[in-house]
Protein backbone atom coordinates (compact mmCIF):
# COMPACT_ATOMS: atom_id res chain seq x y z
CA UNK A 1 0.00 0.00 0.00
CA UNK A 2 1.53 3.39 -0.75
CA UNK A 3 1.25 6.45 1.15
CA UNK A 4 -0.99 8.22 -0.61
CA UNK A 5 -3.42 5.25 -0.42
CA UNK A 6 -3.00 4.82 3.20
CA UNK A 7 -3.33 8.71 4.34
CA UNK A 8 -6.59 8.79 1.66
CA UNK A 9 -7.89 5.39 3.64
CA UNK A 10 -7.10 7.41 6.83
CA UNK A 11 -8.98 10.76 6.02
CA UNK A 12 -12.12 8.66 5.67
CA UNK A 13 -15.18 9.75 3.78
CA UNK A 14 -17.37 10.89 6.71
CA UNK A 15 -16.75 14.02 8.74
CA UNK A 16 -13.64 13.49 9.20
CA UNK A 17 -12.52 13.47 5.93
CA UNK A 18 -14.08 16.79 5.99
CA UNK A 19 -12.44 18.17 9.14
CA UNK A 20 -8.90 17.18 7.34
CA UNK A 21 -9.92 18.95 4.24
CA UNK A 22 -11.52 22.31 6.15
CA UNK A 23 -8.17 22.24 8.51
CA UNK A 24 -5.97 22.23 5.31
CA UNK A 25 -7.77 24.85 3.25
CA UNK A 26 -7.93 27.21 6.67
CA UNK A 27 -3.78 26.33 7.16
CA UNK A 28 -3.08 27.74 3.54
CA UNK A 29 -5.93 30.43 3.25
CA UNK A 30 -5.27 32.31 6.80
CA UNK A 31 -2.06 33.81 5.55
CA UNK A 32 -3.45 35.45 2.25
CA UNK A 33 -6.89 36.23 3.93
CA UNK A 34 -5.98 38.16 6.95
CA UNK A 35 -4.43 41.33 5.07
CA UNK A 36 -7.45 40.96 2.26
CA UNK A 37 -9.40 41.18 5.32
CA UNK A 38 -8.37 44.02 7.15
CA UNK A 39 -8.58 45.88 4.19
CA UNK A 40 -12.42 44.68 3.75
CA UNK A 41 -13.06 45.64 7.40
CA UNK A 42 -11.38 48.94 7.17
CA UNK A 43 -13.70 49.84 4.37
CA UNK A 44 -16.71 49.00 5.46
CA UNK A 45 -16.01 50.51 9.00
CA UNK A 46 -15.42 53.77 6.72
CA UNK A 47 -18.15 53.71 4.13
CA UNK A 48 -20.70 56.61 5.06
CA UNK A 49 -23.39 54.41 3.84
CA UNK A 50 -24.68 50.92 5.15
CA UNK A 51 -25.65 49.50 2.05
CA UNK A 52 -22.15 50.30 0.28
CA UNK A 53 -20.68 48.77 3.34
CA UNK A 54 -23.01 45.07 2.42
CA UNK A 55 -22.40 45.82 -0.92
CA UNK A 56 -18.34 45.16 -0.22
CA UNK A 57 -18.64 42.22 2.64
CA UNK A 58 -21.54 40.00 0.29
CA UNK A 59 -18.72 40.67 -2.10
CA UNK A 60 -16.05 39.82 -0.54
CA UNK A 61 -17.76 36.93 1.02
CA UNK A 62 -18.60 35.57 -2.33
CA UNK A 63 -14.89 36.05 -3.69
CA UNK A 64 -14.04 33.48 -0.40
CA UNK A 65 -16.46 31.03 -0.59
CA UNK A 66 -16.79 30.62 -4.14
CA UNK A 67 -12.86 29.11 -4.80
CA UNK A 68 -13.40 27.16 -1.38
CA UNK A 69 -16.77 25.49 -2.58
CA UNK A 70 -14.98 24.81 -5.82
CA UNK A 71 -11.99 22.96 -4.08
CA UNK A 72 -14.44 21.46 -1.30
CA UNK A 73 -16.70 20.04 -3.90
CA UNK A 74 -14.26 18.97 -6.62
CA UNK A 75 -11.83 17.36 -3.88
CA UNK A 76 -13.30 13.76 -4.10
CA UNK A 77 -12.83 14.17 -8.30
CA UNK A 78 -9.34 15.14 -7.84
CA UNK A 79 -8.34 12.49 -5.01
CA UNK A 80 -9.62 9.62 -7.41
CA UNK A 81 -7.90 10.44 -10.18
CA UNK A 82 -4.39 11.01 -7.53
CA UNK A 83 -5.26 7.56 -7.10
CA UNK A 84 -4.34 7.00 -9.97
CA UNK A 85 -1.18 7.79 -9.94
CA UNK A 86 0.37 6.75 -6.98
CA UNK A 87 2.35 3.78 -8.44
CA UNK A 88 3.87 6.76 -10.04
CA UNK A 89 4.43 9.01 -6.96
CA UNK A 90 8.14 8.50 -6.38
CA UNK A 91 9.03 9.20 -10.10
CA UNK A 92 6.74 12.33 -9.96
CA UNK A 93 8.40 13.85 -7.07
CA UNK A 94 11.82 12.86 -8.35
CA UNK A 95 11.25 14.62 -11.11
CA UNK A 96 9.58 17.79 -9.52
CA UNK A 97 12.56 17.55 -7.07
CA UNK A 98 15.28 17.72 -10.14
CA UNK A 99 12.97 20.79 -11.59
CA UNK A 100 12.65 22.75 -8.72
CA UNK A 101 16.21 22.45 -8.01
CA UNK A 102 17.46 22.86 -11.90
CA UNK A 103 15.23 26.18 -11.51
CA UNK A 104 16.64 27.64 -8.25
CA UNK A 105 20.74 26.90 -9.59
CA UNK A 106 19.19 28.49 -12.85
CA UNK A 107 17.76 31.57 -11.01
CA UNK A 108 21.08 32.02 -8.51
CA UNK A 109 23.43 32.07 -11.66
CA UNK A 110 21.11 34.82 -13.11
CA UNK A 111 20.16 32.68 -15.72
CA UNK A 112 16.58 33.31 -15.91
CA UNK A 113 17.31 37.19 -16.98
CA UNK A 114 17.67 35.93 -20.60
CA UNK A 115 13.94 34.16 -20.58
CA UNK A 116 12.57 37.13 -18.48
CA UNK A 117 14.07 39.38 -21.30
CA UNK A 118 12.42 37.51 -24.00
CA UNK A 119 8.99 37.08 -22.60
CA UNK A 120 8.90 40.85 -22.03
CA UNK A 121 9.40 41.45 -25.39
CA UNK A 122 5.50 39.68 -26.47
CA UNK A 123 4.18 41.84 -23.59
CA UNK A 124 2.54 45.50 -24.09
CA UNK A 125 4.45 48.61 -24.35
CA UNK A 126 4.88 49.76 -21.05
CA UNK A 127 3.85 46.31 -18.94
CA UNK A 128 5.97 44.37 -16.48
CA UNK A 129 6.74 40.99 -17.07
CA UNK A 130 6.71 39.88 -13.29
Not at 31 to 49: E, F, K, Q, R, Y
Not at 60 to 73: K, W
Not at 105 to 111: F, I, K, R, S
Request: aromatic share 8%; net charge positive.
Amino acid sequence: MTRVDELSRRAGDGNAGGFVLGLALGVLWTPCAGPVLGSILTLIATAMHLTWAGVLLLSYALGAAIPMLAIGYGGRYASTRVRRLSPYTTGIQRAFGVLVITIAVATALQLDTPVVAWISNFLPEGASPL
